[in-house]
């Protein structure tokens, strides 16, 4: 995931000790972030999403989330730190689409996307000048193939005999 922050920027790796079958499909993250700069640490935000897609697809690609400032992100279904981002402006609609090339649901054309790539790249720069909002931008692994939330056996059959 990386954070941009003003000019700063953090990136960092997270590992979780547990596997996708083992994960219910209303599984939240919640992710609270602090500025080392700062002693003691500083709390910038923090933010709490879903790992699966309303559809029961695992996340994948780049996503961002927003990052309420001041606030410890609290893991809760009640999401008071939700990290959705409402407004579907245009850099949104854009990033979804950029999303979409990434993992490849859409045609590459090399001297198109070229193009594209800088013209996207100046966008995201303004917008990130202009943003008032902390973001976290967080990359979920991609699989050649969307990973599918599924009942265990045992708990399909049981809810289908209720």
């Known amino acids: 995931p990386h954070c941009t922050f003003h000019s700063q920027r953090w990136t960092a790796w997270l590992y979780f000790p547990i596997m996708y079958k083992d994960l219910p499909m209303d599984t939240l993250v919640g992710v609270t972030v602090y500025s080392p700069a700062l002693p003691p640490p500083h709390l910038l935000g923090g933010t709490t999403f879903f790992l699966f897609t309303s559809k029961g697809q695992l996340k994948r690609g780049m996503r961002k989330y927003i990052l309420h400032e001041g606030k410890e992100a609290d893991g809760s279904a009640a999401l008071t730190t939700s ?80």
């Open 83 to 162: 990290g959705r981002i409402q407004d579907k402006d245009f850099m949104t609609r854009l990033n979804k689409g950029l999303q979409e090339y990434v993992l490849q649901q859409s045609l590459h054309i090399p001297w198109l996307d070229k193009l594209t790539f800088s013209e996207i790249n100046k966008l995201n720069k303004k917008h990130t000048q202009q943003c008032a909002t902390m973001h976290l931008n967080v990359e979920f692994p991609s699989f050649p193939h969307p990973v599918v939330f599924t009942l265990p056996l045992s708990e399909a059959r049981a809810m289908a005999e209720s």
